[in-house]
């Protein structure tokens, strides 16, 4: 059951929870660039009699009860905005050009404030920590990274994170048992032959066709040698550039691209394969090949107690009928990297799960995440600021009931 004064105070809080989240939706801020939302974020916990451990170079974390001898809950919410031109005209649309918050960050952020405000009033009825993650960079992932190399995830029993979408509506959430979200590489390979002139191309080493033959070689390696139903990979090649004038052969081309994730042990073997294909397509053509990468996001794995009290709670709040528990998408969250670890930093046990904010009597709440024109319905802010403080509540009272 829902706790009543946790309702309460956050049902009364509505009016502040978007006041807060209008101010952060005005002022966005790109990854690990978030410093005015940092400072936004630290002076309000500090007001409410928290202490505050800054991260390095954004990110904050503070604690309710830190020094109680149960268990700790971790409760996250991140705060970098996207690249993307806002088109909405309410009055507080972005401040900044070509900057928004086109995933709903900002409300992340709003609703985990006012979590912490009313778990703070309930406090004496928490036996064990609650420890509040304010994460910068998810949208690039290097905020997951960088939190976990800093031990956030140290000594944590479950951490809890939701996610607000414009794809499902009001009063409905949606989760799953262990794969979630795909995990994600970025990789840029840079093709190097010899120019020549385009009567003779015999007489150069041709970029093009190294990059053409790679292109071939990467889409048979999926349709051909990757398991498509127990280790699937989406595969999405993203720029490409090269070359200089109509009839000349290139001497250089470049390609990036990215794919997605449920294993780690997939993400090896795509890895090497597609490093083995690009080195084979220069060979080809008598030239060289630079190939890179970088992991965007480890896979969300969810973990079956945290989940089954993501459940019952979202289940308690929203009924049995508006909570779904086969959540699988090729999306991504560095989410993952906190639950899984990230090198030799240990992650902890833990759930993901997604909220609705689609009005279907609102055609301005239609528009999907990332979009120009987001604009999430603000009646779901306070239900998962509820979500967010009942989770935190149910976990830690487990062993009581």
Do not use: W
Request: charged share 25%; with cysteine.
């Amino acid at each position: 059951m829902i706790n009543e004064k946790l309702k309460e105070l956050i049902y009364n809080d509505e009016e502040k929870i978007i006041e807060q989240r209008r101010h952060l939706h005005q002022n966005p801020e790109l990854a690990m660039e978030e410093r005015e939302t940092n400072d936004f974020i630290k002076k309000e916990l500090e007001s409410y009699g928290l202490t505050v451990t800054q991260l390095d170079p954004t990110g904050l974390i503070a604690e309710i009860n830190p020094d109680s001898d149960g268990k700790t809950v971790l409760l996250r919410a991140d705060f970098d905005a996207l690249p993307i031109e806002e088109t909405n005209d309410f009055d507080f649309k972005s401040k900044n050009a070509g900057k928004s918050h086109a995933c709903g960050h900002d409300t992340h952020t709003a609703m985990l404030l006012a979590a912490t405000r009313a778990l703070i009033e309930i406090k004496d009825e928490l036996p064990g920590t609650v420890r509040l993650l304010f994460q910068p960079g998810e949208e690039t992932g290097d905020g997951g990274k960088a939190v976990v190399k800093q031990g956030v995830t140290k000594g944590v029993d479950s951490g809890f994170a939701i996610h607000i979408f414009t794809n499902i509506p009001l009063g409905y959430a949606a989760t799953g048992y262990d794969q979630v979200m795909a995990g994600n590489y970025f990789f840029d390979i840079t093709f190097k032959g010899k120019s020549a002139h385009g009567s003779t191309p015999f007489e150069g080493n041709d970029a093009i066709m190294m990059l053409n033959t790679f292109i071939n070689g990467a889409n048979g390696a999926v349709a051909r040698k990757v398991d498509a139903l127990n280790e699937p990979i989406v595969l999405n090649y993203g720029t490409i550039s090269g070359g200089s004038v109509a009839n000349a052969v290139a001497s250089e081309t470049n390609l990036t691209a990215s794919f997605r994730f449920f294993t780690n042990e997939s993400a090896d073997k795509f890895l090497k394969e597609l490093q083995e294909i690009a080195d084979s397509s220069a060979k080809l053509y008598g030239g060289s090949a630079e190939f890179t990468y970088n992991q965007g996001a480890g896979p969300v794995i969810n973990e079956k107690t945290s989940t089954d009290t993501a459940v019952k709670v979202a289940r308690d709040l929203f009924g049995d009928d508006h909570v779904k528990t086969d959540l699988k998408v090729t999306g991504s969250e560095d989410f993952g990297f906190l639950l899984a670890g990230y090198e030799d930093f240990e992650g902890m046990p833990g759930s993901y799960m997604i909220i609705g904010a689609m009005n279907p009597d609102d055609p301005s709440t239609f528009p999907k995440n990332h979009a120009q024109d987001f604009n999430p319905d603000e009646k779901a802010f306070k239900d998962g600021a509820l979500l967010l403080a009942q989770y935190a509540y149910e976990f830690l009272n487990q062993d009581n009931k």
